[in-house]
């Protein structure tokens, strides 16, 4: 891809302080006691004008849900807690060969695309064993029906390895799906992906845009969580290797949507105390979130590019 002429390199600071706009959740009987932990996440606006936090939490004795928050601004918190807002539904073909019959849906992400709300999110085990991204989309971004393909399941695509953590951004004519996986039958080095697609329904096959790089290894988690933002001519990758305190999420620079660096880290520019960031615009204002203490809800902080 060509290089955009006049192209700023900039760095992502974050600026000032966290605070906090996702609680820790109350999942009464299907927690154990304080063991349940939240992870990946969307931050989202309804047409109404609300703004919605969708997170992943992990831990409970059927597996994981999607817990919901919902706030009037994004630089107030804490946001109002409004329970569980998705489960598993093995008729949709989400977890169907999971790990003792758990529940398993994760890491949501919504784009938004001639009106209608678009929900990505990882329906792990298929029946082939791969995991899967599936969809559900919304008329409003409150009422949420799951897509059903030809089998009448939820699934867009499924691996390679264990396919999870969509991130979706149009790039041009087309959306790219950045998502973490391992090459088929390895656990080993992970890797984020791409695929594209004109309509947000029928995607390409995969390819390797970043993995390894001294910064993050080449463990089976250590490219988890991407995340993409096109600023000034260049792109830039988020890609976190360490959830726990302290946080490690790296940022890679590159002209080039499909080459953030492959076994190397050439492109990588900064390393952020963050996990799983989502990274939200409003108007002319960046923000970036973390959950990295996993069992204190999801934080958020402004993003200043310098």
């Known amino acids: 891809m060509p290089s ?13 302080d966290f605070w906090r706009i996702g609680t820790y959740p109350d999942l009464g009987d299907l927690a154990y006691e304080a063991e349940h932990e939240v992870v990946d996440h969307a931050i989202f606006r309804s047409d109404d004008g609300k703004w919605h936090l969708w997170a992943c939490i992990r831990g409970l004795k059927v597996g994981r849900v999607f817990y919901g928050w919902e706030g009037d601004a994004l630089e107030e918190g804490p ?8 489960r598993a539904d093995h008729a949709y073909g989400e977890s169907i060969n999971d790990w003792n019959g758990e529940e398993w849906i994760q890491a949501p ?15 792990h085990n298929t029946e082939l064993g791969e995991c899967q991204i599936n969809l559900a989309t919304s008329k409003d971004g409150r009422d949420w029906q799951r897509y059903k393909n030809s089998q009448g399941y939820s699934r867009l695509f499924t691996g390679p390895g264990e396919a999870r953590d969509p991130m979706v951004i149009q790039i041009g004519d087309r959306y790219h799906c950045y998502y973490t996986g391992h090459d088929t039958g390895l656990r080993r080095p992970c890797k984020i992906y791409c695929r594209t697609s004109k309509d947000l329904y ?14 993050s290894g080449t463990g ?25 305190s302290p946080a490690r999420t790296h940022v890679y620079r590159s002209q080039d949507p499909f080459d953030f660096g492959l076994g190397h880290d050439g492109k990588w520019i900064a390393t952020l105390r963050v996990a799983a960031p989502e990274v939200v615009q409003d108007g002319d204002r960046y923000y970036i979130s973390t959950v990295e203490d996993l069992r204190g809800g999801v934080k958020l902080a402004r993003l200043r590019w310098v």
């Open 4 to 16: 955009e002429q006049g192209a700023i390199p900039r760095w992502p600071v974050i600026d000032g």
């Open 79 to 86: 946001w109002r807690p409004v329970g569980v807002v998705m």
């Open 109 to 123: 992400h919504v784009v938004i695309r001639d009106g209608i709300h678009y929900m990505f999110y990882g329906g």
């Open 202 to 215: 029928h995607w390409s096959d995969y390819c390797e845009v970043s993995w390894g790089g001294h910064a």
């Open 220 to 244: 089976p988690w250590s490219a988890e969580c991407p995340f993409v933002v096109h600023l000034d001519g260049y792109y830039y990758l988020f890609r976190t290797s360490e959830y726990r």
